[in-house]
């Protein structure tokens, strides 16, 4: 299993900010997945953040909106740039406990308003 | 593109009552299967799985069965307890490898 810490757990944001969400794992771990959890809504893969590599976006999210760091094996920061409310959501950092097994761990989440 | 569909909570049930949550896919090919769970305060877990037709996977008194024919994988208890309240989430692995969840389903269960 892997131990993941997110920070900041929960922020309020004003409009127009940046705000950076920091993901440490435990163990040392090739690729880490940001996620997004709209309200109401099912958990979206924003990207996949491989070390020593850019990041791989998903239709839908790009890189100057969701700038991802990922300068080791345990560590990755996702950061979302120029907030709008509709930005307000659980942001998630994964790891998988297996190559290619979808068998996924999680951290907490970060929750983000943007007012 | 895959899918997966979950019937819409909450589901409130009295302790030791019987559950279901209905989880229905489209997929293209033949994709893996699982649930999470989100206990109150805590990430997502993984709470059971199954790579392909037929198979049951099965954890703390959960079950759920791969059904290729009703392209389904309905989770299943037979007793619950208040300790089981949480949100649980239905997914799939599609052939990109990636996980595709279903929205959620809150479960209460009151005393």
């Given at each position: ?29 090739t ?17 996949t ?17 969701f ?6 094996l ?8 120029n907030?709008?409310?509709e ?15 979808g ?13 | ?11 409130t ?5 019987f ?24 990430g ?31 989770l ?28 959620g ?7």
């Open positions: 299993s892997a131990v993941i810490s997110q920070k900041p757990s929960r922020d309020i944001c004003q409009r127009g900010t940046s705000l950076t969400i920091q993901c440490q794992v435990d163990s040392q771990v690729m880490m997945f940001w996620y997004r959890q709209q309200p109401g809504q099912s958990l979206t893969l924003i990207a953040a491989n070390q020593g590599s850019e990041a791989t976006y998903e239709s839908g999210f790009v890189i100057d909106k700038p991802i760091s990922r300068p080791n345990t560590f990755s920061t996702l950061t979302v740039s907030m709008s409310p930005d307000s959501s659980i942001y998630l950092c994964s790891v998988e406990s297996g190559a290619r097994s068998e996924l761990f999680f951290g907490e989440g970060s929750r983000l308003t943007v007012l | 593109g895959d899918s997966v569909t979950q019937m819409e909570g909450p589901v049930l009295s302790e030791e009552a559950l279901t949550i209905n989880c229905t896919y489209t997929a293209t090919g033949y994709p893996s299967l699982f649930w999470y769970v989100q206990y109150p305060g805590e997502l877990q993984l709470l059971l799985k199954a790579t392909k037709a037929d198979d049951k996977g099965s954890n703390k008194g959960f079950e759920a069965t791969y059904r290729k024919e009703t392209t389904s994988f309905h299943e208890k037979g007793s619950v307890q208040v300790s089981d309240s949480a949100v649980y989430f239905c997914a799939l692995k599609d052939n990109t490898d990636k996980l595709i969840f279903g929205t389903t809150r479960l209460q269960v009151f005393p």
